[in-house]
């Protein structure tokens, strides 16, 4: 079963296996660091009524993804997502413990009045979308799209919400070897149209079947239009990162050094310059064999000068591997 077009799939694959079998693989992690990054920057902010804790807001986004980053599974764990809502909003935590407690009133989202009005059926409702997903067959990237999209719907905590489904997706992604899915703040108003439309068309076809797993199954139109819309952030993140994956250079650096110090001084020098500059990169000295190897965006002329600077470092050869 699918809930985004094969064709859209297929470039998402063939985009995946092309980073995949890039000309230095030991990068991706790093480029994938950095769209986490963004990630963590990015979405806790989204709703404005967050723009004045904004620090407190990105903090415990951090904890809770780094928890889920440990304990996530392939299945909607109803302890796990607890927990991972319970360090998104800290004021949501149990007494007995850091997870947070499903809502036991109603919801809405915007003027949108559609959420399960009480704990039995919130519970009810992630029993479905894991029915579905486990009967669906789904594509791992449309199993991450399907739990982001109805965790927001379903609003099972009140607050917090959008956060815990955004790590829900994103590190479940993560685990799959694909990029965090992020929303540029300037797509943010067409973002809120996609998903407003697909919870309408959610209660469109919820009301037009008595079957349970129907509406998650087959989706209405104004879903599929949400589904895409996330399908394609994450082939624009794979491309994305495929470019800079190109972009980076190989170096292959012998030298000779006065002493082990002088080597790792070296090292040190070329990592803080990465950092500064904010670039993909990596710096791997082996000490017996006098040699570094620089991996980043790093101009020639640059890494000659870092080096020649260095003290206790002389006879330098730089070779341009790719």
Known sequence: MKILNQNLLDKIEDAKNRLDKS???????????????????NAPIQDRDNEERKIEVIENFKKAWNYADKNLGSNLNYQTLKEIAGRVEPILKSPQGNYAKFREGGARFSNIHYAPIDRFRIETQLDRLSQSIEVGEFHPLEESIL???????IQPFTNGNKRTANIIMNVGLKKLEFLPITIPQGESILFQDYLFGAIEGFKESGSETSEKLSPFLNPE???????????RRELSALRCAEDKMAGLQNYMINFESRSPNASYGLKHRLSGYLRGKNIPGQVKLNVRENNLEVIGEIPFNALEKIITESKGIKKININLIS
């Open 147 to 153: 739990k982001y999209f109805h965790l927001i719907r």
């Open 221 to 231: 139109q104004k879903q599929l239009q949400f589904y895409d819309y996330l399908a």
């Open 23 to 41: 000309k230095v693989p030991n990068m991706i992690g790093e480029v994938f660091k950095t769209m986490e990054e963004q990630v963590m920057e």
